[in-house]
């Protein structure tokens, strides 16, 4: 083996062989990360990712011995593989995780250590614990307390009581595509969570000293904010808190949507993009001066170049100052190393080695936070800022070619020749050549980064801008300027309002642009688009598609034939790509399967419907209390789109409760839905009326369920067997849990009784006609509740499996301990999402399957 990889080594390009030396290490990390972590681990197939990143390692260290640099790459696999547990293993007894009682109130005390965040229905405090219990005991942790009711807010340094918070360790809806909450707040520190619903439980005890930096970050903030605040009052102000200080929590949900369909939230979202634009004013800024002084005080100094290296250190103290200012937010911390490692690459000669300092903050980071390699955030700036880079060390490579510059200059060329004036152009043509620059560069670094960060956006948030590429060209230069310019004012207008103030004005202005031209393209349908997730597979091809037109592009600027088999990996890839794109369940050959989802909602119900004809049925949609967490939103359509479902064929609600209603609206928002079966006129409550009329407005067409008479989907049919026609039943009648729709599925040998929130009382009901009752499978009533699931109605059904859909923990103690004795006495195997995660039944008619995820 050790011969063949020397052979393919050598038979390499010199240029190929030139990999950056930091490249095998973070790739041997990286390995060990992603076989850690399920989501990459079992990328396409298990263990195939961090495999493939180990033996590339391997291969660019290798060697015709087994060398150091191999026995580093193997130890930096395992450490990769061992590093995200570190913090749990090296956890201290007295944690908070040891001692909660899940589902039960308790007693805390604690220090709020950081400004609480004050929602319009909510309120969260960071609670670094003292105490747990009663008698209290100590421990700690942290704790992130939400409060859901008004009350005068605590600040940062209160010491405070909590005497009935329902404290629980954080867990994930357990279904396939779903956002990890879980890792995300780990990543910010947080062990519990903590609710509180009697606010008058709450007590401050005195207050305890901040540490010295934390007191003055606090207080220079608030300055800053205020100093804001007075020199732009109203929307503007609202959106330059958010785009300058990251602070978002005020700015109006329309505004917020507006940014995401046009492909501009990255500029809400303080990153390495923003501390780029500060660094950027400051060298534009600083340069100047610095040439003036060392050319009067060092000319020798100035003549050598030291300019750029003193600039680059000075630059060095307003990124580290915006990185203060912001906040220790993780985004900008992970930014202000990567900025600074740039910076830095300047001062000691190595800018024509950024790539490998841009690798080894990168590498840096990721021994910071080891799990920051499956956040969204770091992906999209790791592969925004490579991106760039790659593509700018090929336009080096091309322009230093001496065959490549003969002729007219190209946009390259352009691009990349120094912007010294030409003592023979006049100042008119050097302004056209700096805007062609300007606009070369725009359109150049916006395709790059839209191309890089692609995949991320879709696998993260199954949604695309279609006009994000061009706005952006025209946004993020204006935003290059009106970030820095509104920070330096508003330091100014700490000290004088007046002074900051002379040129708000045109300031204004460039805001209310920055409000006026989002909205209005968002207006347009072609905005942007949600996406289903394409297959795994799908990664590999665009890639590779990125990466052969780019050696395509730059064997073409050095006036090379390109070979037949580059194209041909080309064009296949981009064929490939576009199809598992367009059809993301090409490969989902269903042919006579039947498949049933139950989905982890929490406290609520919805399942999904997959027939062998590749049509689809929601029945229910979840929903939370107040609507706290948009469950169609943030739990149903990921899975939907993990499904690679573009479209819903049949939408139905069991009855009208929220926890199985109000996701149906989100839904209805997100994916076009073809046809709602309704329960008639005489089950129309308000809100059953609410989510029709919408459905309606969304162009889905109506049929109608009557009892008894199935409807036919392929080879299944759907017979609603409850409820029927009552005399003297009101005819708004709000549709309860006794009205709940009982649906009856058959497909060929095998049966399934669907049956929403009914009681003791409909259940005496149906079995009365038992031959329409026995199923093979029960959607246990009403999440397993003690008053439902009789056992008259059990043996009527006579199912092999009972399936429930319940909250972990939750308050009613659904599937209640009773109900759970009655099967099991009556040999019915159960499953339960609280427990099981998602229940996914396929069938062929004949025999069925179970499957869950209870990956957490």
Not at 297 to 324: E, N, Q
Not at 446 to 474: C, D, E, H, K, W
Not at 726 to 737: C, I, K, L, M
Request: glycine share 8%; aromatic share 10%.
């Amino acid at each position: 083996m050790q011969h063949t990889l020397s052979r393919i080594h050598e038979s390499l390009p010199l240029t190929a062989r030139r990999a950056p030396p930091t490249l095998p290490f973070l790739l041997a990390y990286m390995s060990g990360l992603c076989g850690f972590f399920p989501a990459t681990r079992y990328f396409i197939a298990p263990g195939l990712l961090p495999l493939v990143l180990f033996l590339f390692a391997l291969f660019l260290t290798h060697d015709k011995t087994l060398s150091r640099k191999s026995i580093i790459v193997l130890c930096l696999a395992g450490f990769g593989y061992l590093a995200p547990a570190l913090p749990d293993l090296t956890r201290s007894s007295n944690n908070i995780i040891y001692h909660i009682e899940e589902g039960k109130t308790s007693a805390v005390k604690g220090k709020i250590i950081s400004p609480p965040r004050v929602l319009e229905n909510r309120t969260y405090y960071m609670l670094e614990l003292e105490s747990f219990g009663t008698p209290p005991q100590r421990v700690n942790g942290i704790a992130r307390v939400s409060v859901y009711k008004q009350h005068d807010i605590f600040k940062a340094g209160d010491r405070v009581g909590f005497d009935q918070v329902r404290l629980k360790i954080p867990r994930n809806f357990k279904n396939p595509g779903r956002f990890d909450y879980r890792l995300y707040l780990k990543s910010k520190g947080i062990d519990v969570t903590g609710t509180i619903s009697k606010p008058e439980t709450m007590k401050r005890s005195g207050r305890f000293d901040l540490p010295f930096w934390h007191a003055g970050l606090h207080q220079l903030r608030s300055r800053l904010v205020a100093s804001l605040e007075k020199l732009f009052p109203g929307e503007e102000g609202t959106l330059l808190k958010a785009m300058v200080l990251g602070m978002k929590d005020s700015l109006p949900t329309e505004v917020r949507e507006n940014y995401i369909a046009t492909g501009l939230a990255h500029l809400m979202a303080v990153s390495g993009l923003h501390i780029g634009f500060v660094a950027a004013a400051s060298y534009f800024l600083l340069w100047p001066i610095v040439f003036f002084i060392l050319s009067r005080l060092k000319p020798d100094s100035a003549r050598a170049g030291h300019t750029k290296k003193v600039t680059a250190v000075l630059c060095l103290i307003p990124v580290l100052f915006y990185m203060v200012v912001v906040g220790p937010k993780v985004s900008s911390l992970r930014a202000g190393i990567m900025v600074s490692a740039l910076l830095i690459a300047v001062l000691v000669d190595r800018q024509s080695s950024l790539f490998n300092v841009f690798l080894s903050a990168g590498f840096i980071i990721l021994l910071w936070k080891p799990a920051s390699i499956m956040d969204a955030g770091f992906q999209l700036s790791f592969l925004a800022v490579g991106g760039i880079l790659l593509v700018i060390t090929l336009l080096s490579q091309i322009n230093s070619d001496p065959v490549a510059r003969m002729g007219e200059p190209t946009w390259s060329q352009k691009l990349m020749r120094t912007s010294t004036p030409d003592t023979q152009e006049s100042m008119g043509q050097y302004l056209k050549s700096r805007f062609e620059k300007i606009l070369i560069g725009g359109v150049l670094i916006s395709v790059t980064v839209t191309a890089v960060t692609l995949p991320v956006l879709i696998y993260q948030f199954n949604r695309v801008s279609l006009v994000g590429v061009f706005l952006n060209i025209l946004m993020v230069p204006l935003a290059s300027l009106l970030i820095p310019t509104v920070l330096l004012m508003i330091m100014v207008g700490t000290f004088s309002t007046a002074l900051a103030a002379l040129p708000a004005w045109p300031i204004v202005e460039i805001t209310r642009f920055f409000l006026w031209l989002p909205e209005g393209v968002a207006n347009f349908s072609f905005a942007s688009l949600y996406v289903p997730t394409p297959p795994s597979l799908w990664l590999v091809f665009y890639f590779s598609a990125l990466f052969s037109g780019l050696l395509i592009l730059q064997t073409k600027a050095f006036n090379k034939e390109v070979g037949g088999l580059l194209k041909k990996s080309f064009t296949v890839s981009v064929l490939v790509a576009l199809v598992l794109f367009s059809w993301p369940r090409a490969f989902q050959f269903s042919g006579d399967t039947l498949t049933i989802s139950m989905l982890d909602v929490g406290q609520g119900e919805s399942l999904l419907i997959e027939f062998p004809t590749g049509e689809t049925l929601v029945m229910d949609g979840g929903g939370f209390y107040k609507n706290r967490l948009d469950v169609g939103k943030r739990v149903v359509a990921p899975y939907l789109w993990h499904r690679g479902i573009r479209n819903i064929d049949y939408m139905v609600a069991t009855h009208s409760d929220n926890d199985h209603i109000r996701g149906l609206h989100s839904l209805l928002d997100l994916f076009p839905v073809k046809h709602f079966l309704t329960l008639g006129e005489g089950f129309v409550g308000w809100r059953l009326q609410k989510l029709e009329k919408k459905s309606r407005e969304k162009g889905a067409q109506f049929i109608p369920l009557k009892i008894n008479k199935s409807i036919r989907i392929g080879d299944v049919r759907l017979t609603p067997l409850h409820p029927g026609p009552e005399p003297g039943r009101p005819s708004n009648q709000r549709v309860d849990n006794d009205l709940s729709l009982v649906l009856r599925l058959d497909y060929r040998d095998f049966s399934m009784l669907f049956t929403g929130d009914i009681g003791d009382k409909v259940e005496k009901k149906l079995v009365t006609i038992p031959h329409q009752l026995e199923a093979d499978i029960l959607k246990g009533p009403h999440h397993g509740s003690r008053f439902s699931n009789s056992q008259n109605f059990i043996d009527a059904v006579h199912p092999g499996t009972v399936i429930f859909s319940s909250g972990y923990l939750n308050r009613m103690r659904h599937p209640h301990p009773e109900t759970l004795r009655r099967y099991s006495e009556a040999g019915v195997t159960i499953w339960r999402t609280d427990l099981n995660g998602a229940i996914k039944i396929t069938t062929d008619g004949n025999n069925y399957e179970i499957q869950t995820h209870e990956i957490l």
